[in-house]
């Protein structure tokens, strides 16, 4: 049972839902819309792991990129990350073979979030 989820602030989270369920492989678990129709929050999930998302304010600064980072365990990260350059991602570090075992890369998405994948599995 999950019971960490990192929360996602975007500018315009319907092409941030879009744009993660087409770069890293996430599918929608809920949408719930503000009465203006604009997405007030939203869920996607990925293997057992879930993220939720929602607008960021217009007045609220970016974090830096090395203050924090979201971490996803996938099977394959060759292959995640050709499909999230293909959709246009930043990869900021190219697969690699870590230490511990592990294969990883991060990418950056649209709104400037960095994402880092692996094979790790804690």
Same mark, same amino acid.
């Given at each position: 049972m *999950?019971?960490?989820?990192?929360?996602?602030r975007?500018?315009?989270?319907?092409s941030?839902? =879009?744009? +993660?369920?087409s770069?890293? #492989?996430?599918q929608?678990h809920a949408?719930h819309e503000?009465?203006? %129709?604009t997405?007030a929050? @939203?869920?996607l999930?990925?293997?057992? %792991?879930?993220?939720?998302? #929602?607008? *960021?304010?217009e007045? /609220?600064?970016r974090?830096?990129?090395?203050?924090?980072?979201?971490y996803? /365990?996938?099977?394959?990260?060759?292959?995640?990350c050709a *499909?999230?350059?293909a959709a246009g /991602?930043?990869?900021t570090?190219?697969?690699?073979?870590? =230490?511990y %075992?592990s294969r990883d890369? @991060?990418?950056?998405? +649209?709104a400037g979030?960095v994402w @880092?994948?692996?094979?790790y *599995?804690?």
């Open positions: *999950r019971t960490v989820y990192p929360i996602l975007y500018p315009d989270p319907r941030a839902i =879009d744009w +993660l369920c770069a890293f #492989g996430f929608v949408v503000a009465p203006d %129709g997405v929050h @939203a869920e999930v990925l293997d057992t %792991g879930m993220v939720m998302l #929602g607008p *960021r304010a007045a /609220a600064p974090p830096a990129d090395t203050d924090w980072s979201i996803v /365990a996938v099977p394959d990260v060759d292959a995640h *499909r999230a350059r /991602a930043e990869i570090r190219e697969p690699f073979d870590t =230490d %075992g890369y @991060a990418a950056r998405d +649209l979030t @880092a994948f692996g094979t *599995r804690p």
